[in-house]
């Protein structure tokens, strides 16, 4: 059974710093690429950024280039977003979704078969 689950989420003031993490079990953990999606309340989901464990490569959607850095523990199956200089327009529930083949820069939602149930993070102003 395939299993995304996501922790780390909470509440933290402008200016702070949290680091999700995505626990992958029940498929090849190389061979899918992971995405980190955020979706706030009345708004679309969108993509955050995308790793691809085999080769580390990583892409970012633009409002976090330079805050956010994703990064993976291939032996554990484990992907982790550190999210630093938070912003209040961060506040959303986060998801890790897994995609056996990444279209693009992996930033959509299209591809992806499996998510978990998502946490939240909450920044204050």
């Known amino acids: 059974e395939v299993q995304l689950v996501e922790s780390g989420g909470g509440l933290v003031q402008a200016g702070g710093s949290l680091r999700l993490s995505c626990a992958a079990s029940g498929f090849t953990f190389g061979d899918y690429a992971i995405g980190w999606f955020r979706q706030a309340p009345g708004k679309k989901r969108e993509g955050v950024s995308c790793?691809?464990?085999?080769?580390?490569?990583?892409w970012y959607t633009g409002s976090v280039k330079g805050r956010f850095t994703i990064s993976s523990d291939n032996a554990k199956n484990m992907v982790y977003l550190q999210m630093d200089s938070l912003k209040p327009e961060d506040t959303a529930v986060y998801y890790c979704?897994?995609?056996?083949?990444?279209?693009?820069?992996?930033?959509?939602?299209?591809?992806?078969?499996?998510w978990g149930q998502g946490t939240q993070v909450t920044v204050s102003s």
């Open positions: 790793i691809s464990p085999k080769d580390a490569n990583t």
């Open positions: 979704a897994a995609a056996p083949h990444r279209v693009g820069d992996g930033l959509i939602i299209d591809g992806y078969d499996y």
